[in-house]
């Protein structure tokens, strides 16, 4: 299992790939991989407004290909979107030519030069290949919601416990996270906005 804190140092180890924001102010860049799908984004979108959260969207580029209407809202309601590959191959498993295929086939659909490896896996071949073109967006905190072991209060406090000014953090708008997802965001959003955060879309996730 994944820790729900990336280490300082790995981050400083692999300075390539966007981990968290710079800064001090409070700000927290709340991120959702593996949508856009209608049983969960419409929610996660409402409950963003809710706070006047923006946040950015890793999509899949099948489940845009087959919800447009989803992506057109998460750009008009201000959100940000990313490349998260056409059907999410793990990189160290996928040759290069297959893996840079299928992000390319994606990205007609994002449309922004934000891209994030599904698991965080790439190869060293891969990274340096989407390098030029994409910022490479990891993360430093993650709430674990797609781990069915956990419950939504574990995840709540994962992110509770790590967030800090800067932070990207994980979500997942999918089916296997919902259960967890559906206690967690209400509860980090309210917990965080009670400290005087607020919530950004990563600034080079924007349309346009
Ligand atoms: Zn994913």
């Not at 201000?78 to 040759?95: A, E, F, Q, S």
Request: net charge positive; charged share 20%.
């Amino acid at each position: 299992m994944m820790p729900a804190h990336v280490p300082r140092i790995l981050q400083w180890l692999l300075p390539g790939y966007v981990w968290r924001m710079p800064g001090r102010e409070k700000v927290l860049h709340l991120t959702f991989d593996d949508g856009p799908i209608p049983e969960v984004t419409p929610w996660v979108l409402d409950e963003l407004a809710g706070h006047e959260a923006k946040a950015t969207f890793f999509c899949i580029g099948r489940n845009c290909a087959a919800h447009p209407a989803i992506v057109d809202r998460i750009r008009a309601e201000g959100h940000g979107l990313g490349n998260h590959t056409w059907d999410h191959p793990r990189g160290r498993r996928t040759p290069l030519a297959d893996y840079l295929a299928n992000v390319s086939a994606a990205q007609p659909l994002t449309g922004t030069p934000a891209f994030r490896p599904p698991y965080g896996s790439l190869t060293r071949a891969q990274s340096k290949a989407l390098r030029p073109t994409y910022r490479i967006v990891l993360w430093d905190v993650l709430s674990g919601d797609y781990d069915t072991r956990l419950d939504g209060a574990r995840c709540t406090r994962n992110v509770i416990r790590h967030a800090r000014p800067g932070s990207i953090v994980v979500f997942h708008d999918s089916l296997k996270a919902e259960a967890r997802l559906r206690v967690a965001l209400p509860a980090v959003l309210a917990h965080f906005a009670g400290q005087g955060y607020r919530f950004a879309a990563l600034p080079f996730a924007m349309a346009g």
